[in-house]
């Protein structure tokens, strides 16, 4: 297993960005396809970006265009970049990893029982 940590949450308002980082303790970081996803009060847990482990990805449709995924296997971390965030984009961030054993290096996932690895999460709180 991995042990996943996720930090730079925090306040900000309509139109800033954050980025966040999940830093990777434990097993091999780079055999591991990886995850973002966030959960809002009364709300079920869903799918906002992943990444392969040789850099592919996707991203849901609400953060398209606005968010970016990437990964440095040298730092064990991966990066969710977070731009013109909208009051929507509240909500608790969790990061997750993705063994997938047996599948290619371009194996990604946006499902969300396919992680068996997750952090704590991180609160990201955007003002109107």
């Known amino acids: 297993q991995v042990q996943l940590v996720e930090s730079g949450g925090g306040l900000v308002q309509t139109g800033d960005s954050l980025r966040l980082s999940c830093a990777s303790s434990?097993?091999?970081?780079?055999?591991?396809?990886m995850g973002w996803f966030r959960q809002a009060p009364g709300k079920e847990r869903e799918f906002v970006a992943a990444?392969?482990?040789?850099?592919?990805?996707r991203y849901s449709s609400s953060v398209k265009g606005r968010f970016i995924i990437s990964r440095d296997n040298a730092k064990n971390t991966v990066y969710l970049q977070m731009n013109s965030l909208k009051p929507e984009d509240t909500a608790v961030y969790y990061c997750a990893a993705d063994l997938a054993l047996g599948s290619s290096a371009y194996y990604i996932s946006d499902t969300r029982d396919k992680y068996e690895n997750w952090g704590q999460g991180t609160q990201v709180t955007v003002s109107s």
């Open positions: 990444i392969s482990r040789n850099g592919v990805t």
């Open positions: 434990g097993r091999t970081f780079s055999n591991y396809a």
